[in-house]
């Protein structure tokens, strides 16, 4: 069974602090992956994919993928109380999402 | 908004009715994807199309469920002799290949309840 994992928090960071999540997956022919937000009743809407080793910075967004270690992770610098939202991990090979992970930032 | 558009938004329906939802992807997109999504947890994939051809379905998915995308533009998934289990939000995705790239843009999503 090929799985996306995700802490399901609920992860609460102070506004201007980095807020760090992460996903792990199981298969390791795993190329593309994604991170997604989701407001509370709303849809997912794609912040970021990365397919290579290291880092990818895009504004306040950080992702970072680890094919060895299997792990991919998103930081978000100087959180904002918008900020506060379910963060999705995705993988494309399988289209699996993770579970999501609840993230508060408090003003 | 992405530009994919979902209707009904809201369907209210009786266990043992059909109910059919209708997905207009991004116009130049050729991929679509059916997602289910119940509260606390992520997308679970259903199905998705590359221009009118159903290319993957899940196992997990009932014979209840077919989608269908005659004409490679909108889609429509069909829900027979619904349960109350099947109550959740259906999302639908849209793509385009060849760009490298894959992201998914996500309609609004319906969200259907079985009573």
């Known amino acids: 069974q090929k799985e996306v994992e995700q802490n399901s928090g609920p992860l609460s960071v102070p506004e201007g602090a980095i807020a760090s999540l992460n996903c792990t997956y199981s298969?390791?022919?795993?190329?593309?992956f994604f991170w997604y937000r989701q407001y509370s009743g709303k849809s997912p809407e794609l912040i970021m994919f990365?397919?290579?080793?290291g880092d990818k910075e895009d504004g306040r967004f950080t992702a970072q993928l680890n094919k060895a270690s299997q792990y991919v992770s998103l930081l978000i610098r100087d959180s904002q109380p918008s900020d506060s939202a379910t963060y999705l991990c995705?993988?494309?090979?399988?289209?699996?999402f993770g579970a999501g992970t609840r993230l508060t930032v408090k003003p | 908004d992405t530009g994919v558009s979902q209707d009904p938004r809201h369907k209210i329906t009786k266990r043992g009715q059909n109910v059919t939802f209708r997905c207009d992807p991004i116009?130049?997109?050729?991929?679509l994807y059916w997602y289910r999504q119940t509260l606390g947890q992520g997308p679970e994939f259903l199905t998705y199309?590359?221009?009118?051809?159903?290319?993957?379905k899940s196992r997990l998915l009932s014979d209840r469920f077919s989608a269908e995308r005659p004409k490679g533009s909108f889609s429509t998934l069909e829900i027979q002799r619904t349960e109350q289990g099947d109550s959740a939000m259906y999302l639908c995705?849209?793509?385009?290949?060849?760009?490298?790239?894959?992201?998914?843009?996500f309609g609004p999503g319906t969200r259907l309840t079985v009573t």
């Open positions: 116009s130049e997109h050729n991929r």
């Open positions: 199309f590359q221009n009118e051809a159903q290319l993957e």
């Open positions: 995705a849209s793509s385009l290949t060849g760009t490298g790239t894959y992201e998914q843009y």
């Open positions: 990365i397919y290579s080793n």
């Open positions: 995705a993988v494309k090979n399988d289209m699996r």
């Open positions: 298969d390791r022919g795993s190329q593309s």
